[in-house]
């Protein structure tokens, strides 16, 4: 027997990337960055964007270097989500 994936990892579409963001950012980190609407632990962003486990850490150092994302332990999970800084930046790339 075997189960369908259900919720936020179970999306067909991948959230896509301001191409103004991806040049700025490079598009890997971007969407990293993107991805961060809500709190996520590394684990599930591995699984959303299938970079590997080391990419991932590497684009979450930067932005946290660059303050535009932040991180959280919950329990166990280390949760990382964006600054208001990071919200600037996506909100900047929206359609006028």
Known sequence: MIYPCSGVL???EPVPVPDALGALLGPARARVLVLLDTPKTTTQL???????LGSVGRHLRILLDARLVRRRRAGRAVLYD????GEVLIRAQAPR
């Open 46 to 52: 591995v699984a959303l964007t299938g970079q590997g």
């Open 10 to 12: 179970a999306d067909l």
């Open 82 to 85: 964006r600054t208001a800084a």
